[in-house]
């Protein structure tokens, strides 16, 4: 079966005809101002600035009690304080534990 062929051109002559009868036979209504769209505001996310941080060497307690606090370069301090509390008679062993601390600007 043969298919009859679709005269594009036509069709839309027909559509504009149709759509200017429409127009002509309707009488023009007022269009209302149409509401100003208000932009939406973009707010800028805060960038948290990372704060800049010092290491420490911590004498700690089996409990995590920071007992002495010493400069990253006297770890063999920090070491020979932790070894002199655990040998003097007290319970809890004592350990040498890196510790981060923000700097204070």
């Known amino acids: 079966m043969a298919r009859k062929v679709v005269n594009r051109k036509e069709l839309r002559a027909q559509a504009e005809a149709a759509e200017a009868m429409?127009?002509?036979?309707?009488?023009?209504?007022?269009?209302?101002?149409?509401?100003?769209?208000?932009?939406?505001r973009t707010t800028k996310k805060k960038v948290v600035k990372e704060a800049r941080m010092k290491a420490y060497w911590g004498v700690y307690t089996q409990s995590?009690?920071?007992?002495?606090?010493?400069?990253?370069?006297?770890?063999k301090a920090a070491e020979k304080k932790a070894t002199e509390l655990s040998a003097g008679g007290t319970k809890a062993p004592h350990f040498v534990q890196l510790v981060k601390e923000p700097i204070a600007e």
């Open 22 to 40: 429409e127009k002509d036979a309707k009488p023009a209504k007022k269009k209302k101002a149409a509401a100003k769209k208000t932009a939406k």
């Open 64 to 75: 995590m009690k920071r007992v002495v606090l010493f400069e990253y370069a006297d770890k």
